[in-house]
Protein backbone atom coordinates (compact mmCIF):
# COMPACT_ATOMS: atom_id res chain seq x y z
CA UNK A 1 0.00 0.00 0.00
CA UNK A 2 2.04 3.05 -1.21
CA UNK A 3 -0.85 6.05 0.66
CA UNK A 4 -2.45 4.41 4.04
CA UNK A 5 -3.80 7.79 4.70
CA UNK A 6 -5.99 7.44 1.41
CA UNK A 7 -6.92 3.77 2.43
CA UNK A 8 -8.11 5.37 5.70
CA UNK A 9 -10.47 7.75 3.95
CA UNK A 10 -11.91 5.18 1.41
CA UNK A 11 -12.72 2.64 4.27
CA UNK A 12 -14.35 5.53 6.52
CA UNK A 13 -15.83 6.53 2.71
CA UNK A 14 -17.26 3.29 2.05
CA UNK A 15 -18.45 2.38 5.00
CA UNK A 16 -20.66 5.35 5.11
CA UNK A 17 -21.89 4.60 2.13
CA UNK A 18 -23.16 1.14 3.09
CA UNK A 19 -24.82 2.39 6.18
CA UNK A 20 -22.22 0.31 8.23
CA UNK A 21 -22.37 1.17 12.06
CA UNK A 22 -18.79 0.09 13.10
CA UNK A 23 -15.51 0.41 10.77
CA UNK A 24 -12.60 -1.89 11.25
CA UNK A 25 -9.46 0.44 9.85
CA UNK A 26 -5.29 -1.08 10.67
CA UNK A 27 -4.04 1.49 12.68
CA UNK A 28 -0.87 3.53 12.99
CA UNK A 29 -0.01 6.61 14.93
CA UNK A 30 -0.87 9.27 12.11
CA UNK A 31 -4.45 7.34 12.08
CA UNK A 32 -5.17 7.36 15.57
CA UNK A 33 -5.00 11.15 15.57
CA UNK A 34 -7.08 12.07 12.67
CA UNK A 35 -9.73 9.55 14.44
CA UNK A 36 -8.99 11.44 17.46
CA UNK A 37 -10.08 14.83 15.87
CA UNK A 38 -12.57 13.55 13.73
CA UNK A 39 -14.14 12.38 17.09
CA UNK A 40 -13.48 15.87 18.87
CA UNK A 41 -15.20 17.62 16.09
CA UNK A 42 -18.85 15.30 16.17
CA UNK A 43 -17.84 13.25 12.79
CA UNK A 44 -18.02 10.40 14.42
CA UNK A 45 -19.44 8.64 17.58
CA UNK A 46 -16.86 6.74 19.21
CA UNK A 47 -13.88 4.97 18.38
CA UNK A 48 -11.25 2.18 20.17
CA UNK A 49 -7.95 1.16 19.58
CA UNK A 50 -7.25 -2.43 19.84
CA UNK A 51 -4.05 -4.28 19.80
CA UNK A 52 -3.94 -7.55 17.48
CA UNK A 53 -1.24 -10.37 16.83
CA UNK A 54 0.92 -8.34 14.70
CA UNK A 55 1.21 -5.87 16.66
CA UNK A 56 -0.16 -3.04 14.02
CA UNK A 57 -3.32 -2.67 15.78
CA UNK A 58 -6.93 -1.61 14.82
CA UNK A 59 -8.78 1.16 14.71
CA UNK A 60 -12.78 0.13 15.15
CA UNK A 61 -15.12 3.99 14.43
CA UNK A 62 -18.21 4.10 15.30
CA UNK A 63 -20.11 6.24 12.56
CA UNK A 64 -22.58 8.66 13.37
CA UNK A 65 -25.75 9.10 11.87
CA UNK A 66 -29.16 11.53 11.89
CA UNK A 67 -31.52 9.69 13.82
CA UNK A 68 -34.64 10.61 11.75
CA UNK A 69 -33.00 11.18 8.44
CA UNK A 70 -30.47 8.63 8.80
CA UNK A 71 -27.92 10.69 7.15
CA UNK A 72 -24.07 10.46 8.26
CA UNK A 73 -22.44 13.14 9.62
CA UNK A 74 -19.50 13.01 7.52
CA UNK A 75 -20.39 13.74 3.43
CA UNK A 76 -17.35 13.78 2.24
CA UNK A 77 -13.67 13.18 2.87
CA UNK A 78 -11.25 14.61 0.09
CA UNK A 79 -7.82 13.95 0.23
CA UNK A 80 -5.64 17.08 -0.57
CA UNK A 81 -1.62 16.12 -0.40
CA UNK A 82 -0.80 13.17 -1.95
CA UNK A 83 2.77 11.08 -1.96
CA UNK A 84 3.43 11.84 -5.54
CA UNK A 85 2.43 15.96 -4.33
CA UNK A 86 2.70 17.25 -0.89
CA UNK A 87 0.09 20.11 -0.12
CA UNK A 88 1.61 22.32 2.93
CA UNK A 89 0.08 25.99 3.75
CA UNK A 90 1.31 28.72 6.30
CA UNK A 91 -0.14 29.84 8.71
CA UNK A 92 -1.57 32.96 6.81
CA UNK A 93 -2.95 30.89 3.68
CA UNK A 94 -4.47 28.13 5.76
CA UNK A 95 -7.59 26.46 3.57
CA UNK A 96 -11.16 26.65 4.74
CA UNK A 97 -13.50 24.42 4.02
CA UNK A 98 -16.96 25.33 3.00
CA UNK A 99 -16.37 28.58 4.47
CA UNK A 100 -15.62 27.11 8.00
CA UNK A 101 -18.70 25.04 8.07
CA UNK A 102 -15.92 21.95 7.31
CA UNK A 103 -12.88 21.10 8.80
CA UNK A 104 -9.42 20.63 7.22
CA UNK A 105 -6.69 18.02 9.28
CA UNK A 106 -3.70 19.08 9.00
CA UNK A 107 -0.29 17.41 10.47
CA UNK A 108 1.98 19.92 12.08
CA UNK A 109 5.12 20.31 14.03
CA UNK A 110 2.85 20.30 17.25
CA UNK A 111 0.95 17.32 16.18
CA UNK A 112 -2.37 16.60 13.99
CA UNK A 113 -4.81 19.19 14.38
CA UNK A 114 -7.66 21.12 12.41
CA UNK A 115 -7.14 24.15 10.33
CA UNK A 116 -8.70 26.39 12.84
CA UNK A 117 -6.88 25.46 15.68
CA UNK A 118 -3.24 25.93 13.65
CA UNK A 119 -4.67 29.37 12.59
CA UNK A 120 -4.71 30.22 16.05
CA UNK A 121 -1.54 28.72 17.51
CA UNK A 122 -0.15 30.12 14.24
CA UNK A 123 1.82 26.97 12.94
CA UNK A 124 1.35 25.55 10.00
CA UNK A 125 1.95 21.65 8.18
CA UNK A 126 0.58 19.27 5.56
CA UNK A 127 -2.89 20.10 4.42
CA UNK A 128 -3.42 16.32 4.87
CA UNK A 129 -7.74 15.82 3.85
CA UNK A 130 -10.89 17.90 3.60
CA UNK A 131 -13.97 16.83 5.92
CA UNK A 132 -17.75 18.42 5.70
Known amino acids: MTDPIADYLTRLRNAVKAKHRVVEIPASNLKKEMTRVLYEKGYILKYKFEDT ?30 PGLRRYSNAVDMPKVLNGLGVAIITTSKGVMTDKEARLLGVGGEVLCFVS
Request: no cysteine; aromatic share 4%.
Open 53 to 82: DNHQGVIKIALKYHNQTKQSAITSLKRVST
